[in-house]
Nanobody, 118 residues
């Protein structure tokens, strides 16, 4: 089990940028695969991007070329750099941590609201 604390959400204009951070507790951050997910009103939670403990990247098609996921094992932190934001990116963004052999959905942050509006 790992505790995740997120920050960086807010209100931004279309075309703008935000950087989300997810700080994990404990000393085993390097063993976790990290991910960002989002949930818009009336929609199911969906995968945005993942980064494995080895640094392999995966992105949803709707964010490719705009969002970048990264991690710092020394800081126990995962990041989501979001550029060229669109109104349809508006959602609550959640951080996730999961070990390779872990069943279920792993650990989740509390979520941070991202609103893209003019």
């Amino acid at each position: 089990q790992v505790q995740l604390v997120e920050s960086g959400g807010g209100l931004v204009q279309p075309g703008g940028s935000l950087r989300l951070s997810c700080v994990a507790s404990g000393s085993l951050f390097f063993l976790y695969n990290m991910g960002w997910y989002r949930q818009a009103p009336g929609k199911q939670r969906e995968l945005v991007a993942t980064i494995t403990r080895g640094g392999s990247l995966n992105y949803a098609d709707f964010v490719k070329g705009r969002f970048t996921i990264s991690r710092s094992d020394t800081k126990n932190t995962a990041y989501l750099q979001m550029n060229s934001l669109k109104p349809e990116d508006t959602a609550v963004y959640f951080c996730n941590a999961r070990m390779d052999a872990q069943s279920g959905s792993g650990s989740w942050g509390q979520g941070t609201q991202v609103t893209v509006s003019s």
